[in-house]
């Protein structure tokens, strides 16, 4: 919007983009070796956790499955008893 007064402001400046960019500077060269050494281990650690946590899961549900069967013998058993 322009005002009567628009005149007397001050035109802001945008100041020149720069022509070059700036050179980022490493402190430490990593080297691709050692990096990939450690996502190997990283991965195994992970896997070694999801492997855990199956065998837990799988071991929880052959209880559960040994419990069902215990129950359907149980209820065989009532049934032929008759």
């Known amino acids: 919007m ?3 007064f628009s005149f007397l402001r001050k035109k802001k400046e945008i100041p020149p983009l720069p022509l070059e960019l700036p050179k980022l500077e490493t402190s430490k060269p990593v080297s ?3 990096s ?3 996502n190997v281990k990283a991965k195994m650690d992970l ?3 999801q492997l855990d946590s199956l065998r837990t899961q ?3 549900l052959n209880e559960r499955i040994k419990n069902i069967e215990q ?3 149980e209820i065989r058993s009532y049934y032929y008893r008759r």
Request: cysteine-free; glycine content about 6%; proline content about 0%.
């Open 2 to 4: 322009m005002g009567i």
């Open 32 to 34: 691709f070796e050692s």
């Open 58 to 60: 799988y071991e929880t």
């Open 47 to 49: 896997l070694l956790t």
């Open 36 to 38: 990939t050494i450690e």
């Open 71 to 73: 129950m359907i013998q």
